[in-house]
Nanobody, 124 residues
Framework: EVQLVESGGGLVQAGGSLRLSCAASGFSFDDYAIGWFRQAPGKEREGVSCISSSDGSTYYADSVKGRFTISSDNAKNLVYLQMNSLKPEDTAVYYC?????????????????WGKGTLVTVSS
């Protein structure tokens, strides 16, 4: 059974940093692209970042480029999202998700596997 469990959310002031973690089980990182979505109140869900299983390439939404970094520890089946220079507009529930093998698939296709999310609140 595939499981994704997020942690690391919380309250931070604008300009601060947080690191989210996603503990994955039931599959190998060679099997699926894995990454992060977020959903702010009243807004559509947004693909934030992912790592492709086919070639290890990474994707970042324009809104987070240069501020967020995705990484993985394949031995421990952990995926991280380091978030720096946080802004109030980064406030959202962040979800770990996995499916497919490419960032294109990850961003454009309904994904099969989701965590329950972790809340990030950035105060101004």
């Amino acid at each position: 059974e595939v499981q994704l469990v997020e942690s690391g959310g919380g309250l931070v002031q604008a300009g601060g940093s947080l690191r989210l973690s996603c503990a994955a089980s039931g599959f190998s990182f060679d099997d699926y692209a894995i990454g992060w979505f977020r959903q702010a109140p009243g807004k559509e869900r947004e693909g934030v970042s992912c790592i492709s299983s086919s070639d290890g390439s990474t994707y970042y939404a324009d809104s987070v480029k240069g501020r967020f970094t995705i990484s993985s520890d394949n031995a421990k089946n952990l995926v991280y999202l380091q978030m720096n220079s946080l802004k109030p507009e980064d406030t959202a529930v962040y979800y770990c998700a996995a499916d497919g093998d490419s960032s294109w698939y990850f961003r454009t296709t309904p994904l099969a596997y989701w965590g329950k999310g972790t809340l990030v609140t950035v105060s101004s």
